[in-house]
């Protein structure tokens, strides 16, 4: 007796439809066998089909069984074949009906007999929907990942035995209600707020700038100067997810396995911190069965590359292309796999090895060499990408100690956000229709189209370039960082204010 039973497998972010047929024999040698270029954890699948099936009451069949996945020739990966398995073993044997209604089936078996979360399954509801199908039948743990996908029917199967009654019509399971997305999206999370942070009024107005017009932004500073205080507050004062924002961010944290049990969508947006030991598949995806790295996990929000000189020279070289593209794309036999990596880079670096290089309170320990060695990381192509350089110096101790009567509470968070936010719709105006998010997207080309440049600042800007010896990567920079201190100000051309401002976060090297 042969079942056909309807399942998927993910490459990349697609999912592509797999047929796993089983066959049963009664007469013959017992045997199970899958074919069709199952990977090892697809193999293994036997045995937990077999004693999950035995745990559900169900008497494995003495019989020669063969289970095919096709199409053959694309290899599939994951626990996500248990289920099908089981249930085209169960249908074979006419132990289950499965409905008329075009049916899907994905999820992977404990011994006993209950769905684990299986990673996958917000794409895999979204595909299923793609090609027709109206029943999809998932684990509980990890249902509520389609819960926002309309048009499609969702079951949360807790074990194989409920999946039996409900399929045999004793006792049904009740599908997941689908839920309006936007109500859930945070308004705001503030996990350092800027008016903790005393003094560092530069770097703080940096941050702004940066956040305004999405711009990748390096701080230099000694040990304890509040680099990495500044950068978790950077992540509290950006404007909240949009839907799709939310929805690109969920495919990515769904295949990852980076989505609870129980929990839907991703509702606020990514913070990712990288320590340089991260490995460069860690940092920017990719493996033998494509994964997406950190730098796609912080799609659409921030990454933090602390001590960013630590990193070796292959993982920030390797960093270029995607800061360029917005994207990471993985090559391999079995097809391309491409994960989106469009993320606002938020470098830190001591000055030196010992980190106090031009401290007023501390002597560098390091010889010259090593301050050389140390800062040639930091030059050169990666560096380019970067809009915006800050100096952070160390704060008076004193200046951290409040003293009665004379304290006066920095700006908040709230309020910068708010500026932020402003500076925003300007931009979503202004790139109305295209692909740019913010000023920081803008490639050269763009900057003719959509940037106005008063005379004065025009003037102000060819005096740096000559004064300073600028690079015109340099030029183009400062072209875009004036841009959103515009913004910012709601100005609709660049000013020479604008300029003289950009001018100061402009990057040392490579000039
Ligand atoms: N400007 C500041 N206002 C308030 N607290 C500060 C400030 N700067 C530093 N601190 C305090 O010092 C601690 C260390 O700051 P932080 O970790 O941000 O420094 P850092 O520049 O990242 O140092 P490192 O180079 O060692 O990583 C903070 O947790 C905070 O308590
Ligand atoms: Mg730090
Ligand atoms: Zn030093």
Do not use: W
């Amino acid at each position: 007796m042969l079942a056909k039973i309807l399942s998927a497998s993910l490459f990349g972010l697609e999912t592509v439809p797999i047929d796993v047929e089983v066959n049963l024999y009664k007469k013959g040698f017992p045997g199970f066998n899958i074919i069709g270029l199952p990977n090892k954890s697809i193999d293994e699948s036997k045995e937990r089909v077999k004693t999950a099936l035995a745990n559900s009451n169900i008497e494995f069949p003495q019989a020669k069984i063969v289970v095919n996945l096709a199409p053959a020739d694309i290899p599939k990966e994951g626990a996500g074949f248990d289920l099908p398995i089981a249930i085209g073993i169960l249908a074979s044997l006419q132990g289950v009906v499965i409905p008329k209604n075009k049916s899907m089936f994905y999820g992977e078996l404990s011994l006993d007999g209950t769905l684990r979360h299986t990673k996958g399954v917000f794409l895999l509801a979204m595909g299923a929907r793609q090609i027709g199908v109206k029943n999809l039948f998932v684990p509980v743990d990890s249902a509520n990942e389609g819960s926002f996908i309309k048009g499609i029917n969702i079951y949360p199967v807790k074990d194989l035995k409920q999946l039996i009654s409900h399929l045999s019509k004793e006792e049904q399971i009740a599908k997941i209600t689908p839920k309006p997305l936007k109500s859930l999206l945070i308004e705001e999370n503030i996990d350092c707020n800027f008016d903790e942070i005393i003094g560092q009024n530069s770097a703080k107005r940096a941050m702004e700038v940066s956040a305004s017009g999405g711009h990748n932004i390096f701080m230099q500073g000694p040990p304890g100067a509040g680099k990495t205080m500044l950068a978790r507050a950077l992540a509290g004062v950006l404007p909240p997810l949009s839907e799709n924002e939310s929805l690109e961010v969920t495919k990515i944290y769904s295949v990852t396995g980076n989505i609870p049990p129980g929990e839907s969508v991703i509702i606020e947006r990514p913070y990712r911190v990288s320590h340089h030991t991260t490995s460069r598949i860690g940092l920017i995806g990719g493996g033998s069965n494509p994964h997406p790295g950190e730098i796609s996990l912080a799609h659409r929000g921030v990454l933090f590359l602390d001590e960013f000189p630590e990193f070796s020279r292959g993982t920030l070289e390797a960093l270029r292309q995607p800061l360029e593209d917005g994207k990471v794309t993985i090559t391999r036999a079995a097809g391309t796999a491409e994960y989106p990596a469009q993320f606002m880079l938020v470098a830190a670096a001591n000055p030196c090895p010992c980190g106090y290089l031009g401290d007023e309170k501390h002597a560098c320990k390091c010889s010259p060499r090593q301050v050389m060695r140390y800062q040639a990381k930091l030059s050169g192509p990666l560096m380019d990408r970067i809009d915006l350089h800050v100096n952070v110096p160390a704060v008076d101790v004193e200046k951290l100690i409040p003293k009665e009567g004379k304290i006066v509470k920095p700006e908040s968070s709230k309020v910068i956000r708010g500026r932020v936010i402003a500076a925003r719709e300007i931009q979503k105006r202004r790139f109305k229709g295209t692909k740019i998010h913010s000023n920081g997207d803008m490639r050269n080309k763009d900057i003719k189209n959509f940037c106005k440049i008063d005379p004065a600042a025009l003037v102000l800007l060819k005096q740096a370039v000559n004064n300073y010896n600028l690079s015109a990567r340099t030029y183009f920079r400062l072209i875009k960082v004036s841009q959103t201190i515009a913004d910012l100000e709601g100005v609709s051309k660049i000013l020479p204010a604008h300029v003289a401002e950009a001018l100061q976060y402009r990057i040392r090297s490579g000039d």
